[in-house]
């Protein structure tokens, strides 16, 4: 059973940037498919990062550019950077895992092991 906890969210304004990170624990995730997820206050949760074992990423449209997701095997842990953050980013950030390899920023209902969740948010 993996157990995932996620830090580094609080309020920025516009323009800043912050850095997430999901320690992971109970099971070394080198191999397992990682992604980030968000939601915001009346919205959806909409995957937004994903990497695989081979270190393939993607991105959605919406933070294509901005957002950076990256792996650290020794560390058991992933991180979120943010850079060019705007009001929209604003929400609850969510780190997922599943032990299948090849999932690349799938639908959530594909991903068994969550985080609870860290708040990111940007003001004007």
């Known amino acids: 059973q993996v157990q995932l906890v996620e830090s580094g969210g609080g309020s920025v304004q516009a323009g800043g940037s912050l850095r997430l990170s999901c320690a992971a624990r109970?099971?070394?995730?080198?191999?397992?498919?990682m992604a980030w997820f968000r939601q915001a206050p009346g919205k959806e949760r909409e995957g937004i990062a994903g990497?695989?074992?081979?270190?393939?990423?993607r991105y959605a449209d919406s933070v294509k550019g901005r957002f950076t997701i990256s792996r650290d095997s020794a560390k058991n842990s992933l991180y979120l950077q943010m850079n060019s953050l705007n009001p929209e980013d604003t929400a609850q950030y969510y780190c997922?895992?599943?032990?299948?390899?090849?999932?690349?920023?799938?639908?959530?209902?594909?991903?068994?092991?969550w985080g609870h969740g860290t708040q990111v948010t940007v003001s004007s």
């Open positions: 109970g099971d070394t995730i080198g191999s397992y498919s």
């Open positions: 997922a895992a599943d032990r299948r390899s090849w999932l690349l920023l799938q639908p959530e209902g594909n991903y068994n092991y």
């Open positions: 990497t695989v074992r081979t270190g393939m990423t």
